[in-house]
């Protein structure tokens, strides 16, 4: 596993993350963090948030939407079989009709 999937992971399950907070976890230097998660908001699954503390990496709603727990199935309903038909039957044959016969 590879840094930037390292890097991807820790952001799904922690939240948004500054710079500087990543490379004290992952104990890399701080342009190879930088290069990192810039090469992740390129890919489109971080985007930086600007706040008071300085930029923050978190994830996007595209990644958010493809991340999300799918709600449980739930068991389908017991549906009945409909009763079978009535197997059709044809009227008796008439040997005397001359309609049966083709010419």
């Known amino acids: 596993m ?9 952001i799904q399950k ?11 976890k992952f ?6 963090m930088r290069r990192t998660c810039g090469d ?14 300085g930029c923050r990496y978190g994830l996007s709603s595209d990644t958010r939407a493809a991340t999300a727990p799918v709600p449980a199935k739930t068991a ?3 549906t009945t079989m409909p009763a079978p038909s009535k197997a059709k039957t044809e009227p008796p044959v008439d040997p005397d009709d001359w309609r049966r ?3």
């Not at 590879?2 to 820790?10: G, H, I, P, Q, S």
């Not at 992740?40 to 503390?53: C, T, Y």
């Open 2 to 10: 590879n840094l930037r999937e390292k890097v991807f992971e820790y």
């Open 14 to 24: 922690h939240g948004p993350q500054t710079n500087v907070e990543l490379v004290a």
């Open 27 to 32: 104990k890399v230097m701080k342009a190879s």
């Open 40 to 53: 992740l908001v390129r890919e489109g699954k971080l985007v930086p948030i600007k706040s008071a503390d």
């Open 76 to 78: 389908p309903k017991a």
């Open 101 to 103: 016969y083709s010419f």
